[in-house]
Nanobody, 123 residues
Framework: QVQLVESGGGLVQAGGSLRLSCAAS????????MAWFRQAPGQAREFVGA????????FYADSVKGRFAISRDNAKNTMYLQMNGLKPEDTAVYYC????????????????WGQGTQVTVSS
């Protein structure tokens, strides 16, 4: 089992920045592919980005490319999502997810999920 806990969400004005964290426990973190998803009210869960087990490769949805950056610190069992240039359409609950396999961009590819953290961007 893997336990994931997100933190760092909040209210920010458009154009601002936030950094989300995802702390993992219960598994060898360095063996896990990790990802961020988000879900706005009334919408399906959406892939934001992902990072390979060693941090060597990252992948992003077109909607966040160039504004968001994913990183990880395997020594701290933590993944991060740096969000810059935030827009009102980025408003959602952000979830981190983990998988023992490789990176994929679909929610069903991930076995473990955090409880989510709310990000609200005001215009």
């Amino acid at each position: 089992q893997v336990q994931l806990v997100e933190s760092g969400g909040g209210l920010v004005q458009a154009g601002g920045s936030l950094r989300l964290s995802c702390a993992a426990s219960g598994h060898t973190f360095s063996r896990l592919a990790m990802a961020w998803f988000r879900q706005a009210p009334g919408q399906a869960r959406e892939f934001v980005g992902a990072i390979t087990w060693n941090g060597g490769s990252t992948f992003y949805a077109d909607s966040v490319k160039g504004r968001f950056a994913i990183s990880r610190d395997n020594a701290k069992n933590t993944m991060y999502l740096q969000m810059n240039g935030l827009k009102p359409e980025d408003t959602a609950v952000y979830y981190c997810a983990a998988a023992p396999g490789g990176v994929v961009d679909t929610a069903r590819g991930y076995d473990y999920w955090g409880q989510g953290t709310q990000v609200t961007v005001s215009s």
